[in-house]
């Protein structure tokens, strides 16, 4: 019997993604370039419907056409290795789908290229770690829409599922479109994560609360409206002990090097190609840079003052109001990914559906929340949307939580505590509900050193000042 589709790659992602395909009622093939990790594989799974091949001639042959083939491997010169080894073996209509998490501009440019063999090829976001690659990941293809309809019925079967029952996948859109929404995710997690480490490390170190007692704070959290997964392990995180006996909590035995694989850079970077601001998460990825200055800070530590102010706070009170700094912090940092999405969705022609996207992210991923839910709402209450902001859900947000997230910023500046992400949060809500910005002296500098010109606010045209005539 013919597999009904393929994976390459035999590591953790490859594994579990080809265990949750055959865990649906699949037969899969499986290959890798080592040999001992499939044979491994065999091995703990010898009852399960899989079709190992030791020869990508074999692995090609033992598919049903069209082939539908999971790439699963390192991202980079890894996936192009694979596609050049499988690409002679091919034949018109069969599907890639490579679900590394590869760079937006490098699937373009495979889809391109294979597009003119007749091979579609789709880049898909996946998301959910090793554990939701097994029991249900978030998955974001894009590709030609015809060959999302071939492997459609098998990414519906073993996606997450929301509350309501629907699969946490869906046709993102052309070429790119997907490893692009899975990238801006990607970026979205790392301010999420940056939002609720300046959270914790302000009621840590200004309001004095031990670590026990900030994991009973974000257990409560996470029953309200800030329920998620993040805010859940955070908790569990900091109730956990020295796994080595020190008896501990094992946060403070963890060294404060935040480490990052590229992808909130690429967003980052993305969103300044483009001309978007995107503050929140961009300082969450300097965030992590900085923190892996470690030698340097500590040598800082010991040179560079400390604040001279006093603060002045109740701690029972402050703990709510980060709780609410925390969520407008959220909503801005959601407020300009999807503002990237849709720059993006222009730029590159790919028609995103803004809250379908937030759909499937209920289930499955790492920024799993339920707020996601009033995201989707917002966007099907107006497709157009141009900024969640202006949706009367988030701005009702806005307006409760604004003055608790100044008032948390101001008294970590006094104290000391960096909180790069809540600061670039209440600056972008200020500028962005600003009528008129200090662009005005910007351009008349442009003008007076570089005779950029100007626009006026009184006339058409463009304009250029005598700058150096006297008046
Ligand atoms: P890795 O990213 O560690 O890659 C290892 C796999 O790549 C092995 O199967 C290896 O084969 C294969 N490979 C390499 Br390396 N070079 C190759 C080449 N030149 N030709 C053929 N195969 C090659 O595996 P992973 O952690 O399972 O992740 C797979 C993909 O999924 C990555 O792109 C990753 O970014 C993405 N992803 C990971 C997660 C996660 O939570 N880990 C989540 C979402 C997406 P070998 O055994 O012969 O060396």
């Known amino acids: ?8 790659g035999m590591a953790v992602m490859g594994k579990n993604l080809a265990l949750n395909i055959e865990s649906r009622g699949y037969t899969v093939g499986i290959y890798n370039r080592t040999s001992a990790k499939t044979e491994e594989v065999m091995k703990d799974h010898s009852d399960k419907k899989l079709v190992p091949s030791y020869s990508v001639e074999d692995f090609v042959k033992s598919l049903e ?39 937006f501009h490098d699937t373009i ?6 597009d003119k063999s007749g091979i579609n090829f789709i880049g898909m976001g996946v998301s959910g770690g090793e554990l939701g690659a097994l029991h249900g990941p978030s998955l974001m293809p894009g590709g030609q829409k015809s060959a999302y309809d071939l492997v459609a019925p098998i ?59 900030l994991s009973n704070i974000f257990k409560e959290w996470n029953k309200g409206e800030l329920n998620s997964y993040l805010i859940d392990i955070t908790g569990d995180i900091l109730s956990r002990k020295d796994d080595l006996g020190s008896g501990k909590p094992i946060v403070d035995l963890i060294l404060d090097e935040g480490a990052n694989k590229g992808t909130g850079k690429w967003s980052s970077e993305d969103a300044l190609a483009l ?27 010991k040179v560079l003052p400390k604040p001279g102010l006093s603060v002045d706070f109740d701690a029972k009170e402050l703990v709510e109001k980060v709780r ?78 604004q003055d608790s997230a100044r008032e948390v910023v101001a008294i970590a500046t006094k104290a000391g505590i960096p909180v790069p992400t ?50």
């Open 1 to 8: 019997q013919k597999a009904n589709i393929g994976v390459v």
């Open 65 to 103: 056409t069209p082939r539908r083939i999971l790439i699963m491997v390192k991202a980079g010169k890894a996936t192009d290795a694979v596609i050049d080894e499988l690409l002679p073996l091919l034949d018109k209509g069969d599907v890639l789908i490579d679900g590394g998490n590869t760079n």
């Open 109 to 114: 440019a495979r889809n391109a290229r294979l």
């Open 155 to 213: 990414l519906e079967k073993i996606s997450a599922k929301a509350e309501d029952g629907k699969p946490c996948v869906a046709y993102i859109g052309p070429n790119g479109a997907g490893h692009y929404v899975k990238m801006v995710h990607n970026g979205i997690e790392y301010g999420d994560e940056q939002l609720i480490d300046e959270s914790y490390d302000i009621l840590r170190r200004v309001a004095g609360i031990d670590v026990d007692e």
């Open 275 to 301: 001309g978007v601001p995107q503050s929140v998460i961009t300082e969450s990825v300097y965030a992590r840079f900085i923190s892996m200055l470690k030698d340097e800070r500590v040598a800082a530590s």
């Open 324 to 401: 609410e700094a925390l969520y407008f912090g959220k909503v801005m940092s959601y407020a300009q990914g999807f503002e990237q999405l849709r720059f993006a969705s222009e730029e590159y022609d790919w028609d995103l559906k803004f809250g379908e996207l937030a759909q499937i992210w209920r289930e499955g991923c790492i920024i799993r929340a339920q707020f996601l839910q009033n995201i989707t709402d917002a966007f099907e209450k107006d497709p157009k949307l141009t900024n969640l902001l202006l949706d009367p859900y988030f701005t009702d947000i806005a307006k409760k939580y």
């Open 422 to 471: 809540l600061s670039a949060a209440v600056s972008y809500y200020d500028s962005y509900r600003t009528e008129v910005l200090p662009a005005n002296l910007l351009q008349a500098q442009r003008d007076y050193f570089g005779a950029h010109t100007y626009k006026r606010v009184d006339r058409e045209g463009t304009f250029h000042y005598p700058w150096y005539k006297e008046q």
